[in-house]
RNA sequence: GGUCCCAUCGUCUAGAGGCCUAGGACGCGGCCCUCUCAAGGCUGCAACACGAGUUCGAAUCUCGUUGGGAUCACCA
């Protein structure tokens, strides 16, 4: 049997982490071995829709690659996909559920229900309609009395279930509440619409967070009164932001969006996330999507929770730069420059010398920032032990440089190196002694990326010239 | 609080009783290379939460302790 699995976001407007983790999962437990990949829209909650946020899910799976077999857009064999639009299944359903004995109505009002429990004491809901005769029930619901569906939980003792995750689990029975299916406006409620849904798409493998391994035996309770199987469980733990708090929204933290706006490119971020929490069992820790979809197995999930390292994901995105062709690499920078140079340079030259140097892209417009603007700079900055230089010898070498960069026909990197070694050579100077002022003429920095030649490259003859001449004098 | 789950370097992890004086990666330190800085190469620091068992032998099995997380909605 192939596997069918499905990516069942709620449209919040936010592609949190985790969640995109957890598509990973579901689409490398697909593909692995030929099957299909699902995307529902879990919108039975009116109060937290918000617009264009399907978009947001479209636009992350396609940009990081992860096609989906079956959706809303491009439909499939076990439609609707969305689940507002499959609101008289779950009715049907429902009612059904309760003929057979899964289900009953209850007509308590939510604040009555909220009266009777205690979480402290530990007491659940004992919903006094239970006891109300389906006949009866039947003919109040007729009559237009508000209601909803609450599921039964009959069974005493233990539930059992498997987990490829966290193996066999026992809960015990009397630690279910008898939940709403079925809400009084018609909506059904994610524990009914995902076990309906899932079965009805002929779901294999649920995968989901960890958060829902205490409700798992009232799924499987709605499976079994249907007489329907339960799917292969695989609850993943948590993505983490430190030991105590998960990554979320409310905390300011990064979602996918917010990483590619950062400039970290989504073929990275969807390969450090795949390791959060799963390893292939070997030292390789670069995957494209592709490669991951043929490594993938589930049985090296990892039960513990894994804390997001933003240190790594920063190291990984920059492996992914630097492994970028040159043209590619080229035009993505170009983007960048376009947002804070506006003079003319060697866009080509600045891309080599940036390349190897950067993680981010956002780190472009902070390490080139000179090529735009000269910064204000002391004098001091030309003292340099190593180099062995000092204002005056900066002073000197500027002053020997400038004519023969004047001189100097074809201005490329290793010309102008030639050019500036030349300087020193004849002048009985270290090569540093020429090379460190100009390139601290030429940019006003303690570091910059790329050296002397490098950087007059890149910014070409006339501003290399109107740099040294305006230390000069 | 009840219940469930988790526990190896700071972080991600390898490890399914002897291959472990615990391996890799990020980060951090050092060295080399070098027109500064990166990249690259080499190298160093750094962990089995604790306590009892079981066993000839335990990071690996059992129990307990501690610590952390999850859950207990007409939210998903």
Redesign the pocket.
């Given at each position: 049997m192939t596997a069918r699995t499905r990516f069942?976001?709620?449209p919040t407007g936010y592609m949190h982490i985790g969640n995109l983790r957890t598509a990973l999962y579901e689409y490398l437990i697909a593909k692995a071995n030929g099957g299909q990949f699902i995307l529902r829209i879990?919108d039975?909650?009116q109060?937290?829709y918000v617009e264009g946020a399907t978009d947001i899910i479209y636009n992350t799976l396609k940009t990081v690659g992860m096609n989906w077999d079956e959706g809303p857009d491009i439909g499939g064999d076990f439609g609707p996909y969305i689940q507002s639009e499959r609101l008289p299944l779950y009715q049907e359903y429902a009612h059904k559920l309760v003929e057979l004995g899964g289900a009953h109505y209850c007509f308590?009002?939510?604040d009555e229900?909220?009266e009777q429990?205690d979480?402290?004491a530990?007491i659940?809901f004992k919903d006094p309609c239970k006891m109300i005769p389906l006949s009866e029930a039947k003919v109040r619901v007729a009559k237009g009395e508000?209601y909803?569906i609450r599921q039964n939980i009959n069974k005493k003792g233990k539930a059992m279930f498997h987990d490829v995750v966290?193996?066999d689990?026992?809960?015990?029975y009397d630690?279910l509440?008898e939940?709403?299916l079925l809400?009084?406006?018609g909506?059904p409620?994610?524990?009914f619409a995902n076990v309906i849904d899932d079965h009805l798409m002929k779901i294999t493998h649920v995968v989901r967070g960890?958060?829902?391994?205490?409700?798992t035996p009232k799924y499987n309770l709605i499976y079994e009164a249907f007489g329907w199987t339960p799917p292969t469980y695989v609850h993943v733990?948590?993505v983490?932001k430190d030991?105590?708090?998960?990554l979320s929204k409310r905390n300011g933290d990064a979602s996918f969006q917010d990483l590619v706006a950062k400039g970290y490119l989504p073929e990275a971020i969807l390969n450090y996330i795949a390791?959060?929490?799963?390893?292939p069992?070997t030292?390789q820790?670069i995957f494209s999507l592709v490669e991951l979809e043929k490594v993938f197995d589930m049985n090296?999930l990892?039960?513990?929770?894994?804390?997001f390292?933003i240190?790594?994901l920063?190291?990984m995105n920059?492996?992914y730069i630097?492994a970028l062709d040159f043209e590619a690499f080229h035009k993505l920078a170009c983007r960048e420059y376009d947002k804070f140079i506006t003079h003319e340079i060697n866009r080509e030259a600045l891309s080599k010398v940036l390349q190897?140097?950067i993680e981010t892209l956002n780190d472009i417009a902070e390490v080139a920032g000179f090529i735009e603007t000269l910064p204000e700079y002391s004098d001091e900055l030309f003292t340099n032990k190593?180099?062995k230089t000092d204002a005056d010898i900066a002073k000197k070498s500027l002053a020997l440089a400038y004519p023969a960069l004047e001189a100097l026909q074809t201005w490329t990197?290793e010309n102008l190196?030639e050019c500036l070694k030349n300087v020193a050579v004849a002048n009985e100077l270290k090569?540093?002694q020429v090379?460190?002022p100009v390139?601290i003429a030429l940019t006003g920095l303690?570091?910059?990326?790329?050296?002397?030649?490098?950087i007059a490259e890149v910014l070409g003859k006339a501003e290399t010239l109107r740099r040294i001449k305006l230390k000069l004098a």
């Open positions: 069942a976001p709620s879990e039975t909650d109060k937290r308590c009002s939510k229900a909220d429990k979480e402290e530990n659940k508000p909803v966290y193996g689990i026992e809960i015990d630690e509440d939940g709403v809400k009084s406006d909506f409620t994610y524990n960890n958060e829902y391994i205490s409700s733990a948590q983490m030991a105590q708090h998960k390791l959060l929490g799963w390893n069992g030292e820790e090296r990892n039960k513990s929770p894994a804390i390292d240190a790594k920063k190291w920059g492996c630097r190897p140097r190593k180099m990197n190196f090569n540093g090379l460190y390139r303690e570091t910059t990326p790329g050296g002397a030649s490098e």
